[in-house]
């Protein structure tokens, strides 16, 4: 007998929990590609990169169907945060990865790059609700740091280099020795981008 347990969660999914798992989807798509790029295959490295968009494009439209339905949700925040380390930290990094990024300093960074889109997202959940008490409208003004979805950019960066063949071997910026590893300074975007999205500092306006 199925559990009706599972059913009972399935029928608990508003509308945009469905594409806020269409978000997590098109990014475990992303991973799957690009590790199947490591064969060479360029190809497959660019509709890796593909995908994120594609994420982007579910996790805006989870928001504004939420906000339209007035379904917002814990579940649907939980979910939210769930598939945005999936397509916006894990799949960048694993492209970054899959397009030449491979050294040894390259793995640290991009797990740092991991772990501060972890703690980013982490950090805004239990935040977000004493952010929006500061709000007369009751609502988040701004984000602390840099919002996960920004390592998009990182991708149509990495999208580029594949279009024009420079992955791998003939990645831009070469790499360079440092003691017994190897760093491709290309990766340094990714430790930006981490260090931005860290930051207590930096406050984004919220759209």
Avoid at 7 to 13: E, H, L
Wanted: glycine share 8%; aromatic share 10%.
């Amino acid at each position: 007998m199925p559990d009706r347990s599972h059913f009972s969660m399935i029928r608990g999914f508003h509308l945009a929990d469905w594409f806020t798992l269409a978000n997590a989807a098109c990014g475990m798509a992303a991973i799957f590609a690009a590790m199947a790029s490591l064969r060479g295959d360029v190809a497959n490295l660019l509709l890796a990169t593909a995908f994120i968009p594609c994420a982007f494009v579910f996790d805006v439209l989870d928001g504004r169907i939420a906000r339209w339905r007035q379904q917002q949700s814990a579940l649907g925040r939980e979910l939210d945060s769930l598939a945005d380390v999936i397509s916006f930290g894990v799949a960048p990094a694993v492209i970054g990865y899959a397009a030449g990024m491979h050294g040894v300093w390259d793995a640290i960074v991009l797990g740092y790059f991991v772990c501060c889109g972890v703690s980013r997202l982490a950090r805004y959940n239990i935040t977000a609700e004493a952010l929006s008490r500061e709000s007369d409208a009751g609502k988040v003004k701004y984000f602390e740091g840099t919002p996960i979805p920004t390592s998009l950019i990182l991708v149509l960066i990495v999208a580029y280099a594949a279009w024009t063949g420079r992955v791998g071997d003939t990645l831009w910026l070469g790499h360079v020795e440092l003691g017994p590893w190897t760093l491709h300074p290309l990766v340094l975007m990714f430790a930006l981008s981490g260090s931005l999205m860290i930051s207590k500092t930096l406050r984004i306006p919220k759209l």
